[in-house]
């Protein structure tokens, strides 16, 4: 959306008088809660007076000076008699509750309050009795039927209890008196607020006509300036203001027009002159000149075409010349390389029967080094399998050792044995000879120590056969572990010689390998000179080719000169190619 400035400025008044009205709302809003503040504090004061009053009885009945039921009554009166703002008053009831004295409703006096309830069902007397009791005093909104009117009104009242007599007392202020000293102000604020909008509203509608028309007048101005209208004055002139800097802005803008104009037409002659001299060359009068005069900056320009014509000539005179010159030296260039294509060729050939010989040889050397690889291969697997049966027949020997160690324990084990038997034999005959004195007495022993004297005769026996057998069995394992050290040191001698045969065919791998990779690059030696040769020989090719272009070129730039109407034309001299002839390579 866009906005005039009129509109702008209008727009400012609009922004104050939005926010005069919010400021009104807020001040209204603080107002009726600064108000009702006011109610409360002031109700909360009365009804401290009230209990002030209630207090100043009881001193009475604590001094002995009136009784209980007097002092009451006494109380009870003079609340009654009190009033204060608008015909506002109190009343008393008691924690039950029950009403003590209602100083406009007196049928109240006595009655039992428990049920009491205002037109929205709620009890207040008994919950200004709990309110009371849990805090001493406090505020409590509800409905009550004002003086007079049939309608209950809404009615915020103040309770306080006095403790000795078991009291309540309060007195509270309609709401609706509230709301009218509200609205009161209110009215009186909008009225303000209503004044100022109007002055603000006139305010800015003048200052909005003060700065619009003059604004809108030089506008105007400048759209007749972009059409083209430098006659009219400019509005404004001799202000002191912004609006009159803008008019001194203006005037120079129109001047600049006018001159804008002036040199447009100067320019437009200019530009016919080059033209025609332009079209000219075009055609190829490279003899047309610019000889109207021209002033300003635009006499350079017809310098500096004039300047420019006579060096094309001159160029062009140059180029008709070397066109001969150029012809003649691409075609002896053309015939040098057909000569030298043709040798190029030849020793490409040459050079790809060496390369295709060299393969052979590298090939047939290759699977030489190739067949040393797989028999230093074969020598090396064959010296592993020598190497691991010589492990083989060490770990032989070491078990062998072993087996001697452990002959020889279960010989001394045997010993033992055959100790013990003939320990055992012993002990039979010793037994046999005292069951032989016991008489009868021992003839049971006797046997038994037969028997035992025989088992140890046939243990003592088997054990030396066990031993002569372990013997002859070590004898046997001696001469094991000494044939089977023979063979681990001929299998030791044929390991070195394996390695020592490994090692030359390693060497003559090795060799091989080396006149593979000599004969490698001397191979790709020569197939790099090949791709070279052949590379020089499509270059070769490629000159030629360019020479008889550049002939062909040179031949097309003399007809194109020729089109050209130059101011000494130069007489053309065919000259005849020389031919140069190249002995080829035999």
């Excluded at 004039?306 to 005179?317: F, S, Y």
Aim: aromatic share 4%.
């Amino acid at each position: 959306m866009k906005f005039k400035v009129r509109g702008r400025i209008n727009l400012i008044g609009v922004v104050a008088a939005l926010g005069l009205v919010a400021l009104l709302c807020i001040s209204l809003f603080r107002l009726s809660a600064t108000m009702h503040d006011d109610i409360e504090r002031s109700t909360q004061q009365v009804v401290e007076t009230a209990r002030a009053v209630v207090e100043h009885y009881h001193d009475e009945e604590v001094a002995g000076r009136m009784s209980r039921a007097d002092a009451q009554k006494a109380a009870l009166s003079t609340l009654g008699s009190l009033r204060y703002g608008d015909k506002d008053y109190f009343w008393v009831n008691d924690m039950h509750p029950r009403m003590l004295m209602h100083p406009i409703k007196p049928e109240l006096n006595g009655t039992d309050l428990t049920n009491n309830r205002d037109a929205a069902g709620k009890a207040h007397f008994v919950q200004m009795a709990q309110i009371v009791r849990d805090k001493g005093a406090g505020f409590l909104e509800y409905q009550w039927t004002k003086p007079g009117e049939p309608v209950p009104q809404p009615k915020l009242s103040y309770v306080m209890g006095f403790a000795p007599w078991g009291w309540v007392i309060g007195s509270g202020v309609y709401i609706d008196r509230i709301d009218a000293a509200v609205w009161r102000s209110a009215a009186i604020l909008s009225g303000l607020a209503l004044i100022v909008l109007v002055a603000v509203g006139l305010f800015s509608q003048a200052i909005g006509r003060s700065i619009s028309k003059p604004v809108e007048a030089l506008a105007a101005r400048m759209r007749g300036l972009a059409a083209g209208d430098t006659d009219a004055a400019i509005p404004g002139i001799g202000r002191h203001d912004e609006i009159g800097e803008m008019s001194d802005a203006l005037q120079v803008f129109r001047d600049a027009a006018i001159v804008a104009r002036e040199r447009e037409a100067e320019q437009q002659q200019v530009v016919a002159e080059v033209g025609q001299g332009l079209d000219a060359l075009a055609k190829g009068d490279l003899t047309a000149r610019i000889d109207a005069e021209f002033t300003g900056a635009f006499a350079k320009i017809r310098t500096d075409f004039n300047q420019a014509m006579v060096a094309v000539g001159d160029a062009m005179q140059a180029v008709s010349h070397s066109a001969g010159s150029i012809r003649t030296g691409a075609t002896e260039i053309s015939g040098a390389s057909d000569d030298l294509s043709r040798r190029t060729e030849h020793q490409a050939a040459s050079l790809e029967e060496t390369a295709a010989a060299m393969d052979e040889i590298t090939m047939t050397v290759r699977q030489t080094a190739a067949g040393a690889l797989q028999a230093n291969e074969t020598m090396a697997a064959t010296r592993a399998d020598a190497e691991a049966g010589g492990r083989i027949v060490r770990d032989a020997v070491e078990a062998m050792g072993r087996i001697k160690r452990s002959s020889d324990e279960i010989s001394q084990i045997i010993s033992v044995i055959d100790g013990i038997a003939f320990q055992t034999n012993l002990l039979a005959l010793n037994a046999g000879v005292e069951a032989a004195r016991a008489g009868d007495a021992g003839r049971g022993f006797a046997v038994v120590a037969s028997e035992v004297r025989a088992l140890a005769q046939r243990s003592a026996d088997a054990a030396r056969d066990v031993k002569a057998r372990i013997q002859s069995s070590g004898t046997q394992v001696e001469s094991g572990v000494a044939l089977v050290g023979e063979t681990g040191r001929a299998l030791d001698r044929i390991v070195t010689r394996v390695v020592e045969i490994g090692d030359l065919v390693g060497r003559i791998a090795a060799g091989a390998d080396q006149q593979a990779l000599g004969l490698q690059q001397v191979n790709t030696a020569v197939n790099e000179m090949d791709s070279v040769t052949q590379q020089n020989a499509a270059m070769v090719e490629e000159s030629t080719a360019a020479a008889r272009s550049l002939a062909a070129e040179a031949e097309a730039l003399a007809r194109h000169v020729a089109r050209f109407r130059l101011a000494m034309e130069p007489a053309v001299v065919q000259m005849a190619p020389p031919v140069r002839r190249y002995r080829s390579a035999a």
